[in-house]
C-alpha cells in the first residue's frame, strides 16, 4: 500500500502521525521500550495533547529479535494470531544503556536506540548494521477512513529480497508491490493462493510480520531504499531472524513456527490423477492403472478427482453411485496393486450436499453479520463455508473424513480455501480480515491432524493448494492451476522457489500444466522437471496426463525419470528430514546453497535438489538451455562426466536427458548419486 508521493508529499485522502521524539524509554532485564512524540519537545508546553507510538523489543531465542510498535495500548487483541511458540523466550538476552543510547542483544544480533533525540533504530548483526527503522520509517497513516501502522527497514546497496509465499513473479521481490491476500487467481497473475508474510534477504536474515490478514508489502518500491510493510489497525508485530545466512534465518523462523511434518516415504512416488472433468468410472480407473504398470510405470498413489462426488453436491464426501457403485471394493482392488488412494475435497458445502442442511442446523457453517448461514453461488451454487473456529464443527468435518479413511482412503487433496468472505461472522468471534487467509491453516490442520490420528505419525500427508504462515507443518502442497505452456511451466517453479524460501519444505505441480493440454514436447520436458521436485503428480483440467495420449516416446520418458527419481529415492529421503529437523526446502534456490556467488542470487530457471544435486529443467522446444555452476567440482549424474564450477554452460538436450549434476564434495557420502554412466569431458 503506497502512502507517500515522492519524498515530500503524501498522497490524496492520506494523512500521517509520525513518532519523531523519543521521550520514554524503559530498560528491563528481558525488555526494551521506547516512547515516541510526534513532534519535538521544547520545554513544559511541549507536552500537551499529540500522539506517542511505542517500540517494544524482546527476543524468543538467540540472534531473534520481536518488533512490536503500539498506538493505543487499551485495545483488545485481535484473533486469529499465526500459531507461532510465544512461550519461547531467550534466557540469555543482555540488556542496557549509557549516556547516548540502549540496547538489547540477543546472541549476535542487537537493537541499538539513542536515549533521546530522533526517533529511530537499528539491528546489528556482530557489530554491524543488519537494517535499520530510520526517521520516519514508522508512520501512523489516515487513508480513505481507515487506519494503518506502517514500517520500512532499510535495504544496503545490493542487497536483494526473497520470498512471500508462493508468488509467480519475479523471483527476487525488489522493485515489486505485493498484498499478502489468499487469491484463486491461476499462476499467471500478480496473485497466489499462498501468501506468507516472511521474506528473506541476501543479508542472511528473515523478517516475519506476525499478523495473519493483509500485509501490504513495497519491496524497495514505493521507498527505493526499504522494504516497507503496513497492516490496518493501531499495532503491528515483527519478527527478525538474524542469521547469519539465509538457512540460519529458516532454521529460527521454523523453529518459532514450526517444522515441516516428515511425509511418508510412498508419497514422493508417482501419483496419478483422474484430472479434473474427464469422464472415468471404475473400470477406466482399473485398465489405466493395469496399463502403467504394464509399462514398467509404477504407481505410489491413485487421486480421484471432484467428480467421484455427483455433481452440484460437492462436498457431500457421498461417492456418486452412478460411477462407483461398491466404492469400497474398489478401493480395495487399488490398493491390492500397492497403490495408496487420494480423493478431493474442499471445505465449501453446498446446497445440494446432504452435508449442507446439516451442517446449518447444527450451526456448523459461517454466518452472515444478520444470524444467517452465508452463501454463495461461487464453485458450486448456494455454497456454505464450514466454521473451523468452531471446534464442534471441526470435528464433524473430521468424522465425515474418518468414514473415508475407514473405507480404504490413505489421503486427501484439501483444494480451495481462498474465496473466504469478509462479510461474515465466525463463532469464537475471530476477526474476518484476520480469517481470510487463516482459515486455510485451519481446514488444512484438521485434515491433517485427522490423518496423523488415523495412520500414525509419520504417515500423515495432504495435497494442499491454499496457505499462509505456518501452514508448511502440514505438507505437502502444490502450485494451482498452471497452463500448458512452457511460460507456465518456468512461473510455476518461480513460485515453487519461492515458497521454498518461507519454511515449506516438500512441493509439487500440475506435470504437463492444469489447463489445456501439453503438446508431446512439452509434455516430455515436464516431466523430467516433475519427476525431479519432491512430489510428483500427473494431473490435468480437461484430459488425462496418460504418457500414451501423447506420444509412444512419452512413456519411455516418464518410465527413465520415475525409474530415476526412485534410484535416488535415499538421497532425496535424506532431504526430506533435512526439511523435517532444519526447515530447509527439499528443491532450494541457487542462492539458499551458495549464498556467496553474486551469480546465484536472481537464478530461477534451475535448482538445487537437496544440497548436492542441481537440476536445471528445458523450457523451450528446441531442448536449448543456459545454466549456471556454481564453483567446484561437478560430476553429472547421467553422464559421469565431470566439470569445474565458476562458468555458464549452454547445451542442447534431447527427452532423456537434462543438465543434472552432483557436486562432487557434497555428494560424495550417498551412492545413489554415483553416475549413471562413466565419461570425461
Given at each position: 500500500?503506497k502512502?507517500?508521493?515522492?519524498?515530500?508529499?503524501?498522497l490524496?485522502?492520506?494523512?500521517?502521525?509520525y513518532?519523531i521524539?523519543i521521550?520514554d524509554?524503559?530498560?528491563?532485564?528481558?525488555?526494551l521500550?521506547?516512547?515516541?512524540?510526534?513532534?519535538?519537545?521544547?520545554?513544559?508546553?511541549s507536552f500537551?495533547?499529540?500522539?506517542t507510538?511505542?517500540?517494544?523489543f524482546t527476543s524468543p531465542m538467540?540472534?531473534?529479535?520481536?518488533?512490536?510498535?503500539?498506538?493505543?495500548?487499551?485495545?483488545?487483541?485481535?484473533?486469529?494470531a499465526?500459531?507461532?511458540?510465544?512461550t519461547?523466550?531467550?534466557?540469555?538476552?543482555e540488556?542496557?544503556?549509557d549516556?547516548?543510547?540502549a540496547?538489547?542483544?540477543?546472541?549476535?544480533?542487537?537493537?541499538?536506540?539513542?536515549?533521546?533525540?530522533?526517533w529511530?533504530?537499528?539491528?546489528?548483526?556482530d557489530?554491524?548494521?543488519l537494517?535499520?527503522?530510520e526517521?520516519?520509517a514508522?508512520?501512523?497513516f489516515?487513508?480513505?477512513g481507515k487506519?494503518?501502522?506502517?514500517e520500512q527497514?532499510?535495504?544496503?546497496?545490493g542487497e536483494?529480497?526473497?520470498?512471500?509465499?508462493?508468488?509467480?513473479s519475479?523471483?527476487?521481490?525488489?522493485?515489486?508491490?505485493?498484498?499478502?491476500w489468499?487469491?484463486?487467481?491461476g499462476t499467471?497473475?500478480?496473485?497466489?493462493?499462498k501468501?506468507v508474510?516472511?521474506?528473506?534477504?541476501?543479508?542472511?536474515y528473515?523478517v516475519?510480520?506476525?499478523?495473519?490478514?493483509?500485509?501490504?508489502?513495497?519491496?524497495?518500491?514505493?521507498?527505493i531504499?526499504?522494504?516497507?510493510?503496513?497492516v490496518?489497525g493501531?499495532?503491528?508485530?515483527?519478527?527478525?531472524?538474524?542469521?547469519?545466512s539465509?538457512?540460519?534465518?529458516l532454521e529460527?523462523?521454523?523453529?518459532?513456527s514450526?517444522?515441516?511434518?516428515l511425509?511418508?516415504?510412498w508419497s514422493?512416488g508417482?501419483?496419478?490423477?483422474?484430472?479434473?472433468t474427464?469422464?472415468?468410472?471404475?473400470?477406466?480407473?482399473?485398465?489405466n492403472?493395469d496399463r502403467?504398470e504394464?509399462?514398467?510405470?509404477p504407481?505410489?498413489?491413485?487421486?480421484?478427482?471432484?467428480?467421484?462426488?455427483k455433481e452440484?453436491?460437492?462436498?457431500?464426501?457421498?461417492?456418486d453411485?452412478?460411477?462407483f457403485?461398491?466404492?469400497?471394493g474398489?478401493?480395495?482392488?487399488?490398493k491390492?496393486?500397492?497403490?495408496?488412494?487420494?480423493?478431493?475435497?474442499?471445505?465449501y458445502?453446498a446446497?445440494?450436499?446432504?452435508?449442507?442442511?446439516?451442517?446449518?442446523?447444527?450451526?456448523?457453517?459461517?454466518?452472515?453479520?444478520?444470524?444467517?448461514?452465508?452463501?454463495?453461488?461461487?464453485?458450486?451454487?448456494?455454497?456454505?463455508?464450514?466454521?473451523?473456529?468452531?471446534?464442534a464443527?471441526?470435528?464433524?468435518?473430521?468424522d465425515?473424513l474418518?468414514a473415508?479413511?475407514?473405507m480404504?482412503?490413505?489421503?486427501?487433496?484439501?483444494?480451495?480455501?481462498?474465496?473466504?468472505?469478509t462479510?461474515?461472522?465466525?463463532?469464537?468471534?475471530?476477526?474476518?480480515?484476520?480469517?481470510h487467509n487463516?482459515?486455510?491453516y485451519?481446514?488444512n490442520?484438521?485434515?491433517f491432524?485427522?490423518?496423523?490420528?488415523v495412520?500414525?505419525?509419520?504417515?500423515a500427508?495432504?495435497?494442499?493448494?491454499?496457505t499462509t504462515a505456518g501452514g508448511h507443518k502440514y505438507?505437502?502442497h502444490?502450485?494451482?492451476?498452471?497452463?500448458?505452456?512452457?511460460?507456465s511451466?518456468?512461473?510455476?517453479?518461480?513460485?515453487?522457489?519461492?515458497?521454498s524460501?518461507?519454511?515449506?519444505?516438500?512441493?509439487?505441480h500440475?506435470i504437463g500444466g492444469f489447463h489445456?493440454?501439453?503438446?508431446p514436447?512439452l509434455?516430455k520436458?515436464?516431466?523430467?522437471?516433475g519427476?525431479l521436485?519432491?512430489?510428483?503428480?500427473?494431473?490435468?483440467?480437461?484430459s488425462?496426463?496418460?504418457?500414451w495420449?501423447?506420444d509412444?516416446?512419452?512413456?519411455?520418458?516418464?518410465?527413465?525419470?520415475?525409474?530415476?527419481?526412485?534410484?535416488i529415492?535415499?538421497?532425496?529421503?535424506d532431504?526430506?528430514?533435512?526439511?523435517?529437523?532444519?526447515?530447509?526446502?527439499?528443491m532450494?534456490?541457487?542462492v539458499?546453497?551458495?549464498?556467496?556467488?553474486?551469480?546465484?542470487r536472481?537464478?530461477?530457471l534451475?535448482?538445487?535438489?537437496?544440497?548436492?544435486?542441481?537440476?536445471?529443467?528445458?523450457?523451450n522446444p528446441r531442448?536449448?538451455?543456459?545454466?549456471y555452476?556454481?564453483?567446484g567440482?561437478w560430476?553429472?549424474l547421467?553422464?559421469?562426466?565431470?566439470?569445474?564450477?565458476g562458468?555458464?554452460?549452454?547445451?542442447t538436450h534431447?527427452?532423456?536427458?537434462?543438465p543434472?549434476w552432483?557436486?562432487t564434495?557434497?555428494g560424495a557420502?550417498w551412492?545413489?548419486?554415483?553416475?549413471?554412466?562413466?565419461?570425461?569431458?
Amino acid at each position: 500500500m503506497k502512502f507517500n508521493k515522492g519524498q515530500w508529499q503524501l498522497l490524496p485522502d492520506t494523512s500521517v502521525i509520525y513518532p519523531i521524539t523519543i521521550t520514554d524509554m524503559v530498560v528491563e532485564a528481558d525488555a526494551l521500550t521506547i516512547s515516541g512524540y510526534d513532534h519535538r519537545v521544547y520545554n513544559r508546553n511541549s507536552f500537551i495533547g499529540g500522539t506517542t507510538i511505542n517500540a517494544r523489543f524482546t527476543s524468543p531465542m538467540p540472534n531473534v529479535i520481536r518488533v512490536q510498535l503500539t498506538h493505543f495500548k487499551g485495545r483488545l487483541p485481535r484473533t486469529p494470531a499465526f500459531d507461532l511458540d510465544y512461550t519461547l523466550a531467550n534466557p540469555n538476552v543482555e540488556t542496557g544503556r549509557d549516556e547516548a543510547r540502549a540496547w538489547l542483544k540477543a546472541g549476535a544480533v542487537s537493537v541499538i536506540v539513542p536515549v533521546e533525540g530522533d526517533w529511530r533504530y537499528a539491528l546489528l548483526r556482530d557489530g554491524q548494521i543488519l537494517t535499520e527503522s530510520e526517521p520516519q520509517a514508522v508512520g501512523l497513516f489516515t487513508q480513505g477512513g481507515k487506519t494503518y501502522l506502517r514500517e520500512q527497514l532499510a535495504l544496503q546497496v545490493g542487497e536483494t529480497v526473497y520470498g512471500l509465499g508462493e508468488r509467480f513473479s519475479a523471483f527476487v521481490k525488489n522493485g515489486q508491490s505485493v498484498d499478502s491476500w489468499n487469491e484463486d487467481g491461476g499462476t499467471n497473475s500478480e496473485y497466489a493462493y499462498k501468501n506468507v508474510p516472511f521474506y528473506l534477504t541476501s543479508q542472511g536474515y528473515g523478517v516475519l510480520v506476525n499478523h495473519p490478514g493483509n500485509v501490504s508489502f513495497e519491496v524497495a518500491s514505493h521507498a527505493i531504499e526499504r522494504v516497507q510493510f503496513s497492516v490496518e489497525g493501531h499495532s503491528l508485530d515483527y519478527y527478525v531472524f538474524g542469521g547469519p545466512s539465509m538457512k540460519d534465518a529458516l532454521e529460527q523462523y521454523t523453529a518459532l513456527s514450526g517444522r515441516p511434518a516428515l511425509p511418508p516415504q510412498w508419497s514422493f512416488g508417482l501419483w496419478l490423477s483422474t484430472s479434473f472433468t474427464t469422464n472415468y468410472d471404475e473400470q477406466t480407473i482399473l485398465n489405466n492403472i493395469d496399463r502403467m504398470e504394464e509399462l514398467g510405470i509404477p504407481l505410489r498413489v491413485f487421486h480421484f478427482d471432484c467428480f467421484w462426488m455427483k455433481e452440484l453436491t460437492w462436498s457431500s464426501f457421498v461417492w456418486d453411485p452412478r460411477f462407483f457403485p461398491d466404492p469400497a471394493g474398489m478401493l480395495a482392488r487399488i490398493k491390492a496393486n500397492g497403490i495408496k488412494i487420494c480423493v478431493w475435497i474442499n471445505p465449501y458445502i453446498a446446497e445440494a450436499s446432504p452435508l449442507f442442511a446439516e451442517g446449518a442446523a447444527q450451526g456448523y457453517l459461517l454466518h452472515a453479520p444478520n444470524g444467517d448461514v452465508f452463501q454463495m453461488d461461487d464453485w458450486q451454487p448456494g455454497i456454505g463455508l464450514v466454521d473451523f473456529t468452531n471446534p464442534a464443527a471441526r470435528t464433524w468435518y473430521a468424522d465425515k473424513l474418518r468414514a473415508l479413511l475407514e473405507m480404504g482412503v490413505d489421503t486427501f487433496k484439501t483444494d480451495f480455501g481462498e474465496r473466504i468472505p469478509t462479510a461474515v461472522r465466525y463463532f469464537d468471534g475471530s476477526d474476518p480480515e484476520r480469517m481470510h487467509n487463516y482459515y486455510t491453516y485451519l481446514y488444512n490442520q484438521t485434515v491433517f491432524e485427522l490423518l496423523r490420528e488415523v495412520k500414525g505419525e509419520g504417515e500423515a500427508v495432504v495435497f494442499a493448494r491454499s496457505t499462509t504462515a505456518g501452514g508448511h507443518k502440514y505438507p505437502v502442497h502444490w502450485g494451482g492451476d498452471n497452463s500448458s505452456t512452457y511460460p507456465s511451466m518456468a512461473e510455476t517453479l518461480r513460485g515453487g522457489l519461492s515458497l521454498s524460501l518461507c519454511g515449506f519444505g516438500f512441493w509439487s505441480h500440475d506435470i504437463g500444466g492444469f489447463h489445456d493440454t501439453a503438446p508431446p514436447d512439452l509434455y516430455k520436458r515436464w516431466v523430467a522437471f516433475g519427476l525431479l521436485s519432491s512430489h510428483s503428480r500427473l494431473h490435468g483440467n480437461t484430459s488425462v496426463r496418460l504418457p500414451w495420449m501423447f506420444d509412444d516416446e512419452s512413456i519411455d520418458v516418464l518410465r527413465y525419470f520415475n525409474n530415476l527419481k526412485m534410484r535416488i529415492l535415499p538421497y532425496l529421503m535424506d532431504a526430506a528430514r533435512e526439511a523435517h529437523d532444519c526447515g530447509y526446502p527439499v528443491m532450494r534456490p541457487m542462492v539458499l546453497e551458495f549464498p556467496q556467488d553474486l551469480t546465484c542470487r536472481p537464478l530461477d530457471l534451475q535448482y538445487m535438489l537437496g544440497s548436492a544435486l542441481l537440476v536445471a529443467p528445458i523450457f523451450n522446444p528446441r531442448g536449448e538451455v543456459s545454466y549456471y555452476l556454481p564453483e567446484g567440482q561437478w560430476r553429472n549424474l547421467l553422464t559421469g562426466k565431470i566439470a569445474e564450477g565458476g562458468r555458464w554452460r549452454t547445451e542442447t538436450h534431447g527427452y532423456f536427458s537434462l543438465p543434472l549434476w552432483v557436486h562432487t564434495e557434497r555428494g560424495a557420502r550417498w551412492s545413489c548419486l554415483q553416475p549413471l554412466a562413466v565419461g570425461a569431458e
